[in-house]
């Protein structure tokens, strides 16, 4: 199969406006792109729109050779396509191990489980330690979520959309709000990722950019400006007019 | 075994070993308050896995209430046994609450509260204008079911039949609780929209609880009619259900046996403060209205401090 | 025949009316607040007893009309913001335990003043006389109350959709993050809102005390039509409190003149065919 994921004219109006207007654009498997723009680009909507939150208003969406437009974000999600937050979407009364627990085992059938006990699907445990040591956070294991720090939060919320196994992880500025500290660890983790999980990445700092993609989409009102490796992407004018032109 | 963990099995057991023994004890008036705690207990804790576990407010579980005590009152005079006292209510309810749980789960929020709320309504319109169903009086003269070929119309009898029964559901309750589809119950309680994100049929989920909730609901029902011996069309009404969100309140929400302890706080209050004064409804208005500002915890939320789990 | 069926269609004209105005309140405070008010028909309670109290001191119907609404907007203000304005946070549950405490608190209160048995209250003398309106025979009174109904919805409109605080209200009803986020002070609407609908339901118990007399339960039991009104209608539209309740009204008065064995189901049958067809009821805003 060619690309993992395709988007075909994929557009999306709420009243008179546009927020995404004819995006097309495709993703390797293996492939790490990133998507920047200026606030009010539509990328947040175009995830939206992935994922299955919002229904488009026109054009297609092939995910694994499969179109999934207008299915329900369950079922995209089962198909192996998994979201981070930009805001923390974390469930915060629980541990950080149930956290990755009950997203690991969003898949298999041992949810339908009445009478069982939870400490005998062993699968979704493991997958939890391993997304905690991914995302460095098996020190916090039993802490409950809402007693984090931010940052460790924000690995969290990567982790809960690592720990489905997804073939395409879409990141929604997965370093919003962060220290540079903390974005350096960050990045770092996210370039240990094996490359079997494809990523898509919203971004503003150039830096987690330019470190982790293959190549960039520059969104612009809803449309696709440009699309190349960071350093095309970088010293085209366009762009930067773009970004200064919205500020 | 730790040693919190010891204190509360020695305290259940304890509990247990009381309710038990009660009649041997006391008068008939007390043991048949006691039994009326028990069976709204049911009542409640079913309520709870609603409220507390998977965070849908439901204002028309009295539906499958009615539903389990009609679907007894209906069978248990020819049939005595216990497949017309407890295995036919229990499936009528579930269906009842299936129906009903279709309609009023897939639209959600603030209109899933009207809609159970009207549905409940609905029955006790069906029920008030029906003859077949007695209309306003409703029927009478529902005998007990023999039990593996004992009767038991009497007090012990009744009373050791029924302590099974909440045991067995409280049991029942825990095990669900505890289980993994509980610990789905709680995410989504927790976090709806994430679980949908992360891949479950939250839809799915949550009818299966309204079902399970809607099952023992009507066993509940099923129980009173067989301990009054008759039921009329006012255990449909919406207000039934509210006063069992109240028991939930007082006893806690998210614990499963805060569902009896508040059914005893409620019922043994309403009993204590109507033989005082006639103002019972607005004293029980003014503890819900205080206890929903000033106590969310509820009676055991305080004993135990915040629900926690572990995986 | 067909004045019979008029007579009807006119009855079910009134009843409609009465709910419109006991709707609209619980629609904006739905579709505002997201909060369940189950306490609603507990202020068209308040309203009948108000107006029952009020006839009694001064002899005046018209007087009590104008001033009943009144105390009962303030009483629905005072709850709003000693009781409801803590809870927006915590969400549907904590609101519907309470104003469900409420109703049992206004219910009690009521019956301890004026005691539990049916109060009558009387026709204003002006309407007192039945009339002959185009074949069909009906008291003058109810023609008064569909045409001051009517009167109300016409006005209400002109408010909601004409006025600078209708706006507000509006943009609350949508979205009422952002209206906070657009500098309008929120928490006064609610408590404006609250109050407005509140004293709208007051003003339909007033209304139809003539009709349908005073009664302790009467608050409890007029929720349910209310909600299903609201349910059919969809919830924050003015435009599907008219709809729904002109439609119950209907349902419910020829139900009961055609099928008196099952009139009660009659209103129940409507809303589970709307919902079937509708979900979000007839003029709702599509569910995500």
């Known amino acids: 199969m060619e690309h993992l994921l395709a988007l075909e004219g994929l557009t999306r109006r709420f009243g008179a406006l546009s927020a995404v207007n004819g995006v097309s654009l495709t993703v390797a498997a293996r492939e790490r792109r990133a998507i920047i723009g200026p606030n009010g680009a539509g990328k947040t909507t175009l995830f939206n729109l992935i994922t299955g939150h919002l229904a488009p208003s026109a054009g297609g969406i092939v995910f694994g050779g499969m179109p999934v437009a207008g299915l329900a974000p369950h079922v995209i999600a089962r198909r192996g396509l998994s979201r981070s937050f930009q805001r923390n979407n974390l469930f915060p009364r629980l541990t950080v191990r149930e956290n990755l627990r009950l997203a690991a085992a969003a898949d298999g059938r041992g949810s339908w489980n009445l009478l069982g006990s939870v400490a005998r699907l062993r699968a979704p445990l493991e997958r939890a330690r391993e997304t905690a040591k991914a995302v460095g956070l098996v020190e916090r294991l039993e802490a409950p979520a809402g007693q984090l720090s931010y940052g460790e939060q924000r690995q969290l919320e990567v982790g809960v959309a690592l720990a489905t196994a997804p073939r395409l992880l879409l990141l929604d500025e997965p370093t919003a709000g962060m220290s540079p500290e903390e974005t350096l660890r960050m990045t770092r983790m996210l370039e240990r990722l094996p490359r079997e999980i494809t990523l898509l990445i919203i971004e503003h700092d150039m830096d987690v950019v330019a470190s982790l993609a293959d190549r960039v989409t520059v969104l612009h009102y809803g449309e696709v400006l440009i699309e190349g490796s960071f350093a095309e992407v970088k010293s085209d004018p366009r762009v930067y007019e773009v970004y200064l032109g919205s500020a | 075994m730790t040693a919190p963990v010891l204190a509360r099995v020695v305290a259940l057991v304890v509990l247990t070993a009381v309710v038990a023994l009660f009649p041997l004890a006391a008068g008939t008036y007390p043991v048949k308050l006691l039994q009326e705690i028990l069976i709204w207990g049911i009542f409640a804790m079913s309520l709870d896995l609603l409220m507390g576990f998977a965070g849908m407010v439901s204002f028309g579980h009295s539906a499958f209430f009615g539903i389990g005590a009609y679907t007894a009152a209906l069978l248990l005079p020819k049939f005595p046994g216990l497949l017309a006292a407890l295995v036919a209510p229990a499936a009528a309810a579930a269906l009842g609450a299936l129906v009903i749980g279709f309609f009023s789960i897939r639209v959600g929020g603030v209109y899933f509260i009207m809609l159970t709320l009207a549905f409940s309504q609905m029955f006790y319109a069906v029920a008030f204008q029906n003859s077949f169903l007695g209309a306003e009086d409703g029927l009478v003269g529902v005998p007990r079911p023999t039990v593996l070929g004992m009767g038991i119309g009497s007090i012990g009898g009744f009373h050791a039949y029924l302590l099974v029964i909440v045991l067995a559901c409280a049991l029942f309750l825990w095990r669900v609780v505890r289980s993994p589809f509980g610990h789905v119950l709680r995410g989504i309680h927790e976090n709806e929209a994430r679980m949908q994100a992360v891949g479950y049929p939250v839809n799915r989920y949550k009818l299966t609880a309204f079902v399970i909730a809607g099952m023992l609901a009507g066993v509940a029902g099923s129980l009173y009619t067989q301990f009054v011996g008759s039921i009329s069309p006012s255990a449909f009404l919406w207000t039934t259900s509210g006063e069992a969100l109240l028991m939930v309140i007082i006893g806690g929400t998210g614990t499963v046996f805060g569902g009896i302890l508040g059914a005893g706080a409620f019922i043994l209050l309403q009993s204590l403060v109507s033989s005082y004064t006639e103002r019972w409804m607005l004293i029980l208005g003014l503890t819900f209205v205080l206890l929903v500002l000033f106590a969310p915890g509820g009676i055991v939320g305080a004993l135990r401090g915040r629900v926690g789990l572990r995986a | ?288």
């Open chain 3, 1 to 288: 025949m067909l004045a019979d069926l008029f007579a009807q269609a006119l009855n079910g004209l009134a009843y409609g009316v009465l709910l419109f105005l006991l709707s609209v309140g619980l629609t904006l405070i739905f579709g505002m607040l997201d909060v369940v008010n189950l306490a609603h028909g507990s202020y068209y309670m308040l309203g009948a007893y108000a107006g029952l109290g009020l006839i009694a001191a001064t002899g005046n119907f018209w007087l009590a009309l104008a001033l009943a609404p009144l105390a009962v907007g303030v009483i629905g203000a005072a709850v709003e913001r000693t009781c409801l304005r803590p809870l927006y946070r915590r969400g549907p549950l904590d609101q519907v335990l309470l104003t469900f405490g409420l109703i049992y608190v206004f219910e009690d209160l009521v019956k301890w003043i004026w005691g539990g048995r049916i109060r009558s209250i009387p026709t204003p003398d002006l309407f007192s006389a039945s009339v002959n309106f185009g074949g069909a025979v009906i008291p003058s009174y109810r023609l008064f109350v569909i045409v001051f109904g009517l009167g109300m919805a016409v006005a209400l409109w002109l408010l909601i959709e004409r006025t600078r605080l209708g706006a507000i209200i509006r943009a609350g009803v949508y979205d009422s993050e952002m209206s906070a986020g657009m500098g309008i002070n929120v928490s006064r609407v609610f408590t404006f809102v609250f109050a407005f609908g509140a004293a709208l339901a007051g003003l339909s118990g007033v209304i139809a005390g003539p009709i349908q007399s005073a009664y302790p339960p009467m608050g409890a039991s007029i929720l349910v039509p209310a909600l299903i009104v609201v349910v059919v209608g969809g919830l924050g539209s003015l435009k599907g409190s008219l709809a729904g309740s002109l439609i119950i009204g209907q349902a419910e008065t020829f139900g009961k003149a055609w099928l008196p064995g099952a009139s009660m189901l009659i209103i129940y049958v409507v809303m589970a065919f709307v919902l079937l067809v509708r979900p979000q009821g007839l003029f709702g805003r599509a569910l995500k």
